[in-house]
Antibody
Framework: EVQLVQSGGALVQPGRSLRLSCAASGFTFDDYAMHWVRQVPGKGLEWVSGISWNSGDIDYADSVKGRFTVSRDNARNSLYLQMNSLRPEDTAFYFC????????????????WGQGTLVTVSS | DIQMTQSPSTLSASVGDRVTITCRASQSISNWLAWYQQKPGKAPQLLISDASTLESGVPSRFSGSGSGTEFTLTISSLHPDDFATYYCQQYNTSPPWTFGQGTKVEIK
């Protein structure tokens, strides 16, 4: 059974940094691309970032480009999101999600999701 | 970016009702569309991919159809467990992957 267990959410002040983690099990982690998706409480879903199986292809939403960095450690079956220069509008639940294929490209959807972790940016 | 628009935003229905949710894309996405179900406090769960392929373990009362710019998710007979919010997602032109704004199915 695919499991994605997230950690790292917290209350942080604007301008500070935070790192989210997603521990994967139940599948061959280094065969698949992974993503981060966020959701403002009570609102819809917004794709944030994606990383290919070998970290060779990485993409970001314009809203986080230059501030967030996605990475993965295939030896540890883990995905990370480093969030710098946080803003109040980054307040959201953050979900990690497994891609159905190995590359960050059109033609593939997200077939498993983590439980989500809340990031609150406020002074 | 491709914009996805769902209708209605909220749908009130009773157990046993047939329910249809529509998702429209701002340009053709072929059949590269997924449907997700999300319950309060939980992660989204994939129901349907490629517009009409039911994921393993998803009840057969769920079905998807459409291609190009217009798609539908149908629940043939609403069960109590189906009251949730449903999202469509396009993956024809990605990144970025884009989602509809969601349709909340609530108890009438």
């Amino acid at each position: 059974e695919v499991q994605l267990v997230q950690s790292g959410g917290a209350l942080v002040q604007p301008g500070r940094s935070l790192r989210l983690s997603c521990a994967a099990s139940g599948f061959t982690f280094d065969d698949y691309a992974m993503h981060w998706v966020r959701q403002v409480p009570g609102k819809g879903l917004e794709w944030v970032s994606g990383i290919s199986w070998n970290s060779g292809d990485i993409d970001y939403a314009d809203s986080v480009k230059g501030r967030f960095t996605v990475s993965r450690d295939n030896a540890r079956n883990s995905l990370y999101l480093q969030m710098n220069s946080l803003r109040p509008e980054d307040t959201a639940f953050y979900f990690c999600a497994k891609d159905a294929q190995g590359v960050v490209a059109a033609g593939s959807h997200f077939d498993s999701w983590g439980q989500g972790t809340l990031v609150t940016v406020s002074s | 970016d491709i914009q996805m628009t769902q209708s209605p935003s909220t749908l009130s229905a009773s157990v046993g009702d047939r329910v249809t949710i529509t998702c429209r894309a701002s340009q053709s996405i072929s059949n590269w569309l997924a449907w997700y179900q999300q319950k309060p406090g939980k992660a989204p769960q994939l129901l349907i991919s490629d517009a009409s392929t039911l994921e393993s373990g998803v009840p057969s009362r769920f079905s998807g159809s459409g291609s190009g710019t217009e798609f539908t998710l149908t629940i043939s007979s609403l069960h109590p467990d189906d009251f949730a919010t449903y999202y469509c997602q396009q993956y024809n032109t990605s990144p970025p992957w884009t989602f509809g704004q969601g349709t909340k199915v609530e108890i009438k």
